[in-house]
């Protein structure tokens, strides 16, 4: 029995709000389930985390898709940093806000009243749950069409036209949505006569370096940098 306050509005809303109506809503209700909930309800043993690990692989999937699909001249590491933009857990958590999915999450009280259902890393989990639950209901058609809807404009403005401008702002903001010092950039190596000096640049993330990009100006090595630390994000299994 669904008997959590967030449950109070029926859950055929999100359905609507979505655009997808469960065949067994059983897998929308645990996708919902927030570990706290379970914590202190003895009657519920099942949270979303599972669900939230499958969730992720399968819109790493879909959205990787998609872009290929999208955009056949880019190279990968355009679609990388692509991917790595739209799937990162603050892009992740707009979504969610969009669709009111924290009103929906059944959680501790102690969570919620810590202002959990606003929560990015709350929200960005619940959705790639809810994601998991739409797969494993109807399939991966399903949330492919799911994704479309909800991250179609997101998609559509990765063009590498106009995504590549600036990889060293897209980074900052996917390191911020993980709660890591700002990254910082220094020029380890550069060689070749004055007049056309080749830069290597490394950007380092709380202390470690992440990644190495080169370029004519030490500005084009730091955005390379960047880009190839945005595919290393993408390609982790965190």
């Known amino acids: ?57 399968v819109l790493g999937l ?39 999915l924290g009103t929906y999450i059944r959680m501790g009280r102690g969570e919620a009243l810590s202002g959990g259902r606003d929560r990015a890393s709350v929200l960005a989990d619940g959705y790639e749950a809810l994601l998991a639950a739409v797969f494993l209901d109807r399939g991966l058609d399903e949330v492919s069409a799911l994704v479309e809807r909800l991250h179609g404009e997101a998609m559509d403005a990765c063009q590498p036209a106009h995504a590549s401008q600036d990889f060293k702002s897209q980074l900052q903001k996917l390191v ?24 290597v640049a490394e950007v380092v993330i709380d202390g470690n370096g992440m990644a190495r990009g080169q370029g004519r100006s030490k500005k084009e090595a730091e955005q390379s940098a960047a880009e190839a630390a945005l595919i290393e994000y993408s390609q982790s299994p965190d």
């Not at 001249?73 to 355009?78: I, N, S």
């Not at 006569?193 to 080749?198: D, E, I, S, V």
């Open 1 to 57: 029995m669904i008997h959590d306050v967030a449950h109070r509005e029926d859950l055929a809303s999100l359905e609507e709000t979505i655009g997808y109506s469960f065949k067994n809503r059983s897998f929308l209700v645990d996708a919902l389930t927030h570990p706290s909930f379970v914590n202190e309800d003895a009657d519920t043993c099942v949270d979303n985390q599972r669900m939230e690990f499958l969730g992720d692989s």
């Open 62 to 100: 879909v959205v990787a898709e998609k872009l290929f699909l999208r955009f056949p001249d880019a190279a990968e590491g355009k679609m990388s940093s692509g991917l790595a933009q739209i799937v990162c857990e603050s892009a992740l958590a707009d979504v969610a806000r969009a669709i009111r």
């Open 176 to 199: 911020q949505s993980a709660k890591c010092a700002p990254p910082a950039y220094r020029i380890v190596d550069e060689t070749g006569p004055a007049h056309q000096k080749l830069f």
